[in-house]
């Protein structure tokens, strides 16, 4: 790092914003010459005293912001955990884990499995904007508990249509939405409920096995 090279912060945040947050990361967002983040990040924490830079989801915009500010102080907003399934990982590979600190918040995973009071030490957690559906079956087919971030492409009722379209019909789900939010619900069903219905982007599903029920050959196509 050059001598004029600031250390780079990447903040977790929850859906209640700056008030959820510890005293340490409100002071590093307060400091901060800039504030990188979604414009839902940027939302959650209000006004800041440095600029407030917003970035689509594209993270090769987040690393050109912080290439051409490097001799500024830099607060990069991030929702939940920035190193489970966050944009943390991405940024050490393009530019040097050396050069940041990570300031974590719960993580949407976890704070769905709090909701519904499961165990998430065994269970199978995936990103499904990082694995095909399709690819994760005969994982699925054989676990106990699944934890799944959904995508805009596959959002919880066409995963529960997939699974039941492949025999994978013997897991309760939940739906988990808006978690930390005003708006937050947790909805409880069959897969074939859950089919029926949509949900808010900000989603996690959560697969529980029926007790007692074998593991089947998968019914593919």
């Given amino acids: 790092m050059s001598n004029n090279s600031q250390k780079i912060f990447v903040v977790g945040i929850g859906e209640d914003?700056?008030?959820?947050?510890?005293?340490?990361?409100?002071?590093?967002?307060?400091?901060?010459?800039?504030?990188?983040?979604?414009?839902?990040?940027?939302?959650?924490?209000?006004?800041?005293?440095?600029?407030?830079?917003?970035?689509?989801?594209?993270l090769e915009e987040v690393v050109k912001t912080i290439t051409e500010n490097r001799d500024k102080r830099i607060v990069i907003l991030a929702l939940g955990d920035p190193l489970f399934y966050g944009i943390a990982r991405y940024l050490w590979d393009k530019i040097g884990k050396e050069y940041f600190e990570i300031v974590p918040h719960v993580s949407i995973m976890q704070m769905a499995f709090a909701r519904v009071k499961e165990s998430w030490e065994d269970a199978l957690l995936v990103n499904l904007s990082h694995l095909s559906l399709e690819d994760l079956f005969n994982q699925i087919r054989s676990a106990e508990t699944v934890g799944l971030f959904t995508t805009d492409e596959l959002p919880p009722n066409v995963v529960a249509q997939r699974l039941l379209a492949t025999g994978l019909d013997y897991f309760m789900a939940y739906v988990c939405e808006n978690l930390g939010a005003p708006n937050e619900r947790v909805t409880f069903g069959e897969l074939a409920d859950i089919a029926q219905h949509t949900y808010s982007p900000l989603n996690v599903l959560i697969l529980v096995r029926k007790p007692d029920v074998?593991?089947?050959?998968?019914?593919?196509?």
Avoid at 42 to 57: N, Y
Avoid at 214 to 221: E, I
């Fill in 17 to 58: 914003g700056f008030a959820g947050l510890t005293d340490y990361a409100r002071h590093l967002i307060e400091s901060a010459d800039l504030v990188v983040g979604e414009q839902h990040c940027l939302d959650l924490i209000g006004e800041t005293s440095g600029r407030r830079v917003p970035v689509s989801p594209n």
């Fill in 214 to 221: 074998p593991d089947r050959p998968l019914s593919l196509f």
